[in-house]
């Protein structure tokens, strides 16, 4: 679903300063499935990653500048935390190989590595042309 909250966002931005903009809009543009779209504005508009208003003139925005948003906050608010693997994870025991992996105690290392490499990616890049 990240990669999908990526599109929505990115044809999302494509509306910033302008009129609001339906899911329904949104899924025609990305051509992704309404249910799809909808339950990811959900999920975004829950992150405060969009801001949503009911009646005449309602629709969604951004909730912030696109360039204040960025590809690590878009993934952690339909994913959860970023992670390659679950095993750091407080309370988790669900590997087979937890006593004996020397990997283990430098997934946590590795994780940060990965979500700061996506903080650095922001909406405006992923909304721009041909990179």
Request: proline share 5%.
């Amino acid at each position: 679903m990240a990669d999908y909250a990526v599109v929505t966002m990115s044809a999302a931005s494509r509306h910033c300063g302008g009129a609001r903009v339906s899911a329904g809009q949104l899924a025609e543009e990305t051509g992704l499935p309404a249910p799809t779209v909808q339950k990811l504005v959900s999920r975004l508009t829950a992150a405060g990653l969009l801001r949503s208003t009911r009646g005449v003139g309602g629709g969604l925005k951004l909730a912030r500048p696109a360039a204040a948003i960025t590809l690590a906050d878009i993934v952690e608010a339909v994913e959860g935390p970023i992670a390659l693997t679950a095993c750091c994870e407080h309370g988790r025991h669900d590997c087979t190989l937890e006593q004996e992996c020397s990997v283990r105690p430098h997934w946590s290392v590795v994780n940060r590595a990965l979500r700061g490499a996506l903080a650095e990616v922001p909406l405006t890049q992923l909304a721009g042309g041909a990179a």
